[in-house]
């Protein structure tokens, strides 16, 4: 089956610093891939939306200069949480559709991040 | 209102009962629906998805109600495995998905 890793599976950084996420498609292309956060007890909230190619389209609320997305393959996206304060502390998953499957998104791991 | 709504729970159940929970969805427009499974500080996992004729899976039953509005999940002979928060997630559009908070389910020996 599809299979979508993330890299760190954790991380803890100080205030002020950036922390860069790996979002990889192990298996197939991702011609679109997601980028989602979950707060502890509380529901996915999508964070934007990217193509293999193009700028990320960012959800309401989403500062795009804080949370830079890069698409820049078809198998890897990266997320970089800029300027991280503790109130980004959060679950980060990302997930992945393939060019076969558009409607079934791949989910990877997730990423703790922990700001101090 | 939030978009989709589920109950929170715990819903504490013992080993082979039958447990049901619904989630309800504000968009009449929504496309298509799904329930996804999500062990603590895990990603959430696809369960099955949810059709306009209901849909089976082994133990699990998905049914959809588009006049009321809702999506509902029954788990039969339930198992010390079936622990876990359940996802409700409707499409509202290409890619659109949103997702509940989830129903807490424990399976109790």
């Known amino acids: 089956g599809a299979v979508v890793s993330q890299h760190p599976s954790w991380v803890i950084c100080k205030s002020g610093t950036s922390v860069k996420i790996e979002c990889r498609s192990l298996?197939?292309?991702?011609?679109?891939m997601f980028w989602y956060r979950q707060f502890p007890k509380q529901s996915l909230m999508l964070m934007a939306t990217s193509n293999e190619g193009s700028k990320a389209t960012y959800e309401q609320g989403v500062e795009k200069d804080k949370f830079l997305i890069n698409h820049a393959s078809l198998t890897l996206s990266t997320l970089t949480v800029t300027s991280a304060h503790p109130e980004d502390s959060s679950f980060y998953i990302c997930?992945?559709?393939?060019?076969?499957?558009?409607?079934?998104?791949?989910f990877g791991p997730g990423t703790r991040l922990t700001v101090l | 209102r939030k978009e989709v709504e589920q109950d929170p729970g715990p819903f504490n159940v013992p080993e082979g009962a039958t447990v049901a929970f619904n989630c309800t969805y504000s968009?009449?427009?929504?496309?298509?629906f799904f329930w996804y499974r999500q062990d603590c500080r895990k990603e959430p996992k696809l369960l099955m998805s949810?059709?306009?004729?209901?849909n089976e899976d082994g133990r699990f039953t998905a049914q959809l109600n588009r006049a009321s509005q809702y999506i509902s999940l029954l788990i039969r002979d339930s198992k010390l495995s079936d622990s876990a928060t359940y996802l409700c997630?409707?499409?509202?559009?290409?890619?659109?998905?949103?997702w509940g908070a989830g129903t807490k389910l424990i399976i109790k020996p």
């Open positions: 997630v409707v499409n509202i559009r290409n890619y659109q998905l949103i």
């Open positions: 997930s992945a559709t393939g060019q076969g499957d558009p409607d079934t998104q791949y």
């Open positions: 949810v059709y306009s004729s209901g």
């Open positions: 968009n009449s427009a929504s496309q298509s």
């Open positions: 298996d197939f292309q991702a011609t679109t």
